[in-house]
């Protein structure tokens, strides 16, 4: 065996045997290891909860679902932070992200679980060393021009959610720009297409995320603004013992915990939208004959860069060989793989023309000098690359006098040496290089797109490493053209159009989950499992009776567990339609009106009855009566708000709980649901529709006095002919 193999065998040998009898050992849940001072404990012992408002439409980092559970980053996050601290969370859903403010402004909640730090929040909030970093962009109809940065139309109007510390920023940076302030996303989006505003200002992940769900085909990124927002986990500080804890239990997770936690949420940064797929009859009769006569283009790729893009095998592979293979059917064209060993030699190769195209880079004016491009395919975050010790890169202009390694041939190294003048650069020939002087201590920082720096150091096992903060730069992924073959630039460009938001991202999810490797020894692994299996049976002889004693109690507690669980949803669930129940209801209701009383806040319920419910039971039987009652709730529940709650009042009556909503609002929402009954077909029995009577809470009222006011207004409403609103 090789001595650097041998080497290599010792350091994997090692960390097998160092972590095998520490897993064995400590393999049952333990309470939380972050060391509490005796203050700090005496608060956390006469906290009862902690109560926790969030951004409520801001996905993937937070939002109330359609079953009014908490979901996105941060609530895996705060999750973490509840069971370092062995205390629940209590959920207080608001309208918007400004009613969020309010609600910490009179202390009405204990933490925000994502916010940015700004002067005027410090008045009334404590802040966390940031845990998640993530640059603004520009959102655009797609009949728009893409955009450089906000310089490029500062005469236009752009919307942005209220509240959002961008505003503040705009306003220093950008005053010229007109903003029109929004309540939440949808009211973005619905500003461009009302043309009131040019552009949307969000999070990239957020429109990345919400274009795919929502299947926004009309709305596009076009371009960043220039902002980037590190938030924290921001506490009253009217508590400051609770700020302590939090940070505490915030830096007791691990690296592996909150890459899992981001990879899990932030998948496609965004991808273009683009139109629909272009068939022949789309060409020009030019661009047909190049097909008919020019079918095959060779092509250069960068041969170690996985996930994106590797030869293996002498193969093309990863996410940017599944790209090209898709243009590669659609268009009729044979894609001939040139080799090549490093990135510098593919355009090397691509310079001398022994090459037509590349098949994935940025643009750069280096570059703008030997090809032409196609338009973007796909998007994502540049970030830097650090120890462990290395503090969080909240802005990067921290990153002056830092010494920085970079890799030759890579468009990072052009925008950083043109944009970072008072640093240390060290060029290398590629990433692990790069990747490995910085775990020496010999660089400070390199830098690397989001998706393959957390591969490599997976998958080399550099676990002294982070990823310390964003970059200002995007990663606009295209193809390259040679300059003397602009039929050839247009044809690819008509096809790379073809591709949607759906196939990209279903190609780097996969591409995100898959390992790979150039080649297996699998002499050394058998010789490290040898060895490992050895130290594994020789520890497992000492922890069998405790492992046996802890898994029949785990089991035990599981099971105990899962059955409370599935009692206290039995409890409050009605079984017919899996609505809460009338006990649950009641729970709510009582909830809501001490939460309206407390907040001065306006509170709204109305209660539905189906139209001639009887008549359907006696044609068609109680059966298709119980199916019936299950399409309606199906249709109720898709029509609310994420806010709202709903449930089965009982027989055929359903009641709707509006926190937050007037009288006014709560009418428009029903007959919003009215409508959707009504147009709504369920099988053997056809349309129904419901009557609904409205209230809303009133100075003094009791909970009876407000059913009281809306069984009343749905007997009128019934009195007045049914299919109707009062």
Same mark, same amino acid.
């Given at each position: 065996?090789?001595?650097?193999?041998?080497?290599?065998?010792? @350091?994997?040998?090692?960390?097998?045997?160092?972590?095998?009898?520490?897993?064995?050992?400590? &393999?049952?849940?333990?309470?939380?290891?972050?060391?509490?001072?005796?203050?700090?404990?005496?608060?956390?012992?006469?906290? %009862?909860?902690?109560?926790?408002?969030?951004?409520?439409?801001?996905?993937? $980092?937070?939002?109330?679902?359609?079953?009014?559970?908490?979901?996105?980053?941060?609530?895996?996050?705060?999750?973490?932070?509840?069971?370092?601290?062995?205390?629940?969370?209590?959920?207080?859903?608001?309208?918007?992200? @400004?009613?969020?403010?309010?609600?910490?402004?009179?202390?009405?909640?204990?933490?925000?679980?994502?916010?940015?730090?700004?002067?005027?929040?410090?008045?009334?909030? #404590?802040?966390?060393?940031?845990?998640? &970093?993530?640059?603004?962009?520009?959102?655009?109809?797609?009949?728009?021009?893409?955009?450089?940065?906000?310089? /490029?139309?500062?005469?236009?109007? $752009?919307?942005?959610?209220?509240?959002?510390?961008?505003?503040? $920023?705009l306003k220093d940076k950008h005053p010229d720009i007109k903003l029109l302030e929004v309540d939440n996303?949808?009211?973005?989006?619905?500003?461009?297409?009302?043309?009131?505003?040019?552009?949307?200002?969000?999070?990239?992940?957020?429109?990345?995320?919400?274009?795919?769900?929502?299947?926004?085909?009309?709305?596009?990124?076009?371009?960043?603004?220039?902002?980037?927002?590190?938030?924290?986990?921001?506490?009253?500080?009217?508590?400051?013992?609770?700020?302590?804890?939090?940070?505490?239990?915030?830096?007791?997770?691990?690296?592996?915990?909150?890459?899992?936690?981001?990879?899990?949420?932030?998948?496609?940064?965004?991808?273009?939208?683009?139109?629909?797929?272009?068939?022949?009859?789309?060409?020009?009769?030019?661009?047909?004959?190049?097909?008919?006569?020019?079918?095959?283009?060779?092509?250069?790729?960068?041969?170690?860069?996985?996930?994106?893009?590797?030869?293996?095998?002498?193969?093309?592979?990863?996410?940017?060989?599944?790209?090209?293979?898709?243009?590669?059917?659609?268009?009729?064209?044979?894609?001939?793989?040139?080799?090549?060993?490093?990135?510098?030699?593919?355009?090397?190769?691509?310079?001398?023309?022994?090459? +037509?195209?590349?098949?994935?880079?940025?643009?750069?004016?280096?570059?703008?000098?030997?090809?032409? !491009?196609?338009?973007?395919? $796909?998007?994502?975050?540049?970030?830097?690359?650090?120890?462990?010790?290395?503090?969080?890169?909240?802005?990067? &202009?921290?990153?002056?006098? @830092?010494?920085?390694?970079?890799?030759?041939?890579?468009?990072?190294?052009?925008?950083?040496?043109?944009?970072?003048?008072?640093?240390?650069?060290?060029?290398?020939?590629?990433?692990?290089?790069?990747?490995?002087?910085?775990?020496?201590?010999?660089?400070?920082?390199?830098?690397?797109?989001?998706?393959?720096?957390?591969?490599?150091?997976?998958?080399?096992?550099?676990?002294?490493?982070?990823?310390?903060?964003?970059?200002?730069?995007? #990663?606009?992924?295209?193809?390259?053209?040679?300059?003397?073959?602009?039929?050839?630039?247009?044809?690819?460009?008509? !096809?790379?159009?073809?591709?949607?938001?759906?196939?990209?991202?279903?190609?780097?999810?996969?591409?995100?989950?898959?390992? !790979?490797?150039?080649?297996?020894?699998?002499?050394?692994?058998?010789?490290?499992?040898?060895?490992?299996?050895?130290?594994?049976?020789?520890?497992?002889?000492?922890?069998?009776?405790?492992?046996?004693?802890?898994? /029949?109690? %785990?089991?035990?507690?599981?099971?105990?567990?899962?059955?409370?669980?599935?009692?206290?949803?039995?409890?409050?669930?009605?079984?017919?339609?899996?609505?809460?129940?009338?006990?649950?209801? +009641?729970?709510?209701? +009582?909830?809501?009106?001490?939460?309206?009383?407390?907040?001065?806040?306006? *509170?709204?319920?109305?209660?539905? /009855?189906?139209?001639?419910? @009887?008549?359907?039971?006696?044609?068609?039987?109680?059966?298709?009566?119980?199916?019936?009652?299950?399409?309606?709730?199906?249709? *109720?529940?898709?029509?609310?708000?994420?806010?709202?709650?709903?449930?089965?009042?009982?027989?055929?009556?359903?009641?709707?709980?509006?926190?937050?909503?007037? %009288?006014?609002?709560?009418?428009?929402?029903?007959?919003?649901?009215?409508?959707?009954?009504?147009?709504?077909?369920?099988?053997?029995?056809?349309?129904?529709?419901?009557?609904?009577?409205?209230?809303?809470?009133?100075?003094?009222?009791?909970?009876? /006095? *407000?059913?009281?006011?809306?069984?009343?207004?749905?007997?009128?409403?019934?009195?007045?002919?049914?299919?109707?609103?009062?």
């Amino acid at each position: 065996m090789k001595r650097p193999a041998l080497l290599q065998l010792f @350091k994997q040998l090692h960390f097998i045997v160092s972590v095998i009898p520490f897993f064995l050992i400590f &393999s049952v849940p333990s309470a939380s290891s972050v060391q509490f001072s005796d203050e700090e404990l005496t608060y956390l012992n006469s906290k %009862q909860s902690l109560n926790v408002c969030i951004d409520p439409h801001w996905m993937p $980092y937070e939002s109330i679902d359609s079953k009014g559970q908490y979901v996105g980053m941060s609530s895996d996050y705060m999750e973490k932070i509840a069971q370092a601290l062995g205390l629940p969370i209590s959920l207080h859903p608001t309208p918007s992200w @400004k009613d969020t403010l309010a609600r910490a402004r009179d202390r009405s909640c204990d933490l925000i679980s994502m916010a940015r730090e700004t002067e005027e929040r410090k008045a009334y909030l #404590n802040f966390s060393t940031p845990y998640a &970093s993530y640059p603004y962009v520009i959102a655009t109809t797609s009949d728009k021009p893409n955009q450089k940065n906000l310089n /490029d139309h500062l005469d236009k109007t $752009y919307a942005v959610v209220q509240g959002y510390a961008i505003i503040n $920023y705009l306003k220093d940076k950008h005053p010229d720009i007109k903003l029109l302030e929004v309540d939440n996303f949808d009211a973005g989006i619905k500003a461009l297409r009302d043309e009131k505003a040019f552009g949307y200002l969000d999070s990239a992940a957020t429109i990345g995320y919400y274009i795919s769900q929502k299947d926004l085909s009309d709305i596009k990124t076009s371009g960043f603004t220039g902002y980037s927002s590190a938030v924290s986990v921001a506490s009253r500080n009217d508590e400051p013992m609770l700020a302590s804890v939090i940070q505490k239990a915030l830096l007791s997770l691990t690296e592996n915990e909150k890459q899992a936690i981001e990879h899990k949420w932030i998948n496609v940064i965004y991808a273009p939208q683009q139109e629909k797929k272009v068939g022949l009859a789309a060409l020009t009769d030019e661009e047909k004959d190049f097909l008919n006569t020019q079918p095959t283009v060779t092509m250069c790729v960068d041969p170690d860069w996985m996930p994106y893009e590797a030869i293996i095998d002498g193969k093309h592979s990863g996410i940017g060989a599944e790209i090209i293979a898709l243009i590669a059917e659609r268009s009729g064209l044979t894609i001939q793989l040139v080799q090549s060993q490093t990135w510098s030699e593919s355009l090397s190769l691509f310079k001398n023309k022994q090459c +037509d195209v590349l098949s994935m880079l940025n643009q750069t004016a280096k570059r703008d000098a030997f090809m032409n !491009y196609t338009r973007p395919y $796909y998007s994502g975050h540049v970030v830097f690359v650090a120890n462990n010790d290395h503090p969080f890169i909240a802005d990067p &202009s921290e990153v002056q006098d @830092k010494r920085v390694v970079l890799t030759k041939g890579y468009s990072i190294s052009e925008f950083i040496k043109r944009d970072f003048k008072d640093i240390e650069i060290i060029e290398v020939e590629n990433y692990n290089t790069a990747f490995d002087m910085v775990a020496s201590g010999e660089a400070d920082l390199t830098a690397d797109y989001l998706i393959s720096s957390g591969e490599r150091i997976q998958k080399r096992g550099l676990f002294s490493l982070k990823i310390a903060g964003n970059t200002p730069y995007k #990663n606009d992924l295209r193809m390259g053209v040679q300059k003397d073959r602009p039929l050839l630039r247009s044809i690819l460009d008509k !096809y790379v159009a073809t591709l949607n938001a759906h196939e990209v991202h279903s190609i780097v999810n996969k591409w995100r989950t898959v390992r !790979y490797q150039k080649e297996t020894n699998y002499t050394l692994i058998w010789q490290i499992i040898g060895i490992a299996l050895f130290t594994f049976l020789i520890t497992l002889y000492w922890n069998r009776r405790l492992a046996m004693a802890n898994r /029949d109690t %785990q089991q035990a507690l599981q099971a105990l567990d899962e059955s409370k669980k599935e009692i206290e949803k039995l409890a409050i669930t009605d079984k017919l339609t899996g609505l809460y129940n009338r006990a649950k209801l +009641d729970d709510a209701l +009582d909830q809501e009106i001490q939460r309206a009383e407390r907040y001065n806040h306006p *509170l709204s319920v109305f209660i539905l /009855d189906a139209d001639h419910f @009887k008549e359907v039971n006696d044609q068609y039987g109680h059966q298709i009566g119980d199916l019936v009652l299950k399409e309606l709730a199906g249709v *109720l529940a898709q029509s609310i708000r994420s806010t709202d709650t709903i449930g089965r009042w009982g027989g055929e009556e359903f009641l709707v709980i509006c926190p937050v909503t007037k %009288q006014e609002d709560a009418h428009s929402l029903a007959e919003k649901i009215r409508a959707a009954v009504s147009n709504h077909l369920i099988p053997k029995v056809g349309s129904r529709t419901v009557s609904i009577g409205v209230s809303s809470l009133q100075h003094e009222d009791t909970a009876a /006095d *407000l059913l009281k006011r809306a069984d009343n207004a749905l007997y009128e409403a019934k009195g007045s002919g049914r299919n109707n609103v009062v």
